[in-house]
């Protein structure tokens, strides 16, 4: 059983300066698509789904993906993540870190969980939002 590869080392953008919620979805999703994960519309369906409500899962961490709709749009199943030191305003919060997530049928669904578990690792998920390593990031996202 072969592991499907979601995350690569381009798709890593750690210390990205500050921006705005929007600029941080529009990367996200200019990043799925320059590695192929999605066509060029997959950023603005990102940008429709956070309109509908909000991808802010807590704990700084946002997962910001396109709506239902885009599914089409979706070439291969992915993740990008791009760390924000400083964070990105969601709403009330700030989000650290940004996962982009592209998904065919359910397959995204294991990535979620894998980022759900991280998350509950208070260690790991700190050290995720200030680390430069981008091995070690790829280390616990595969």
């Not at 999703?29 to 060029?40: C, F, H, I, S, T």
């Not at 997959?42 to 429709?48: F, H, T």
Request: glycine residues 10%.
């Amino acid at each position: 059983f072969e592991k499907k590869v979601v995350i690569v080392a381009d798709g890593i953008k750690l210390n990205q300066a500050p921006v705005s919620k929007k600029e941080a979805i529009q990367a996200a999703g200019e990043l799925l698509a320059k590695l192929g994960y999605v066509d060029d519309s997959y950023a603005d369906a990102m940008q429709e789904r956070e309109k509908l409500m909000t991808t802010y899962m807590g704990m700084g961490v946002a997962i910001p993906h396109g709506t239902t709709q885009a599914k089409g749009t979706v070439k291969k199943t992915g993740i990008v993540l791009l760390q924000y030191p400083e964070g990105v305003d969601f709403g009330e919060e700030k989000a650290q870190l940004v996962f982009g997530i592209a998904g065919i049928g359910d397959e995204h669904l294991d990535l979620l969980s894998k980022i759900c578990e991280m998350l509950e690792d208070q260690e790991v998920l700190e050290t995720l939002k200030t680390t430069n390593d981008t091995e070690w990031v790829l280390e616990k996202l595969s």
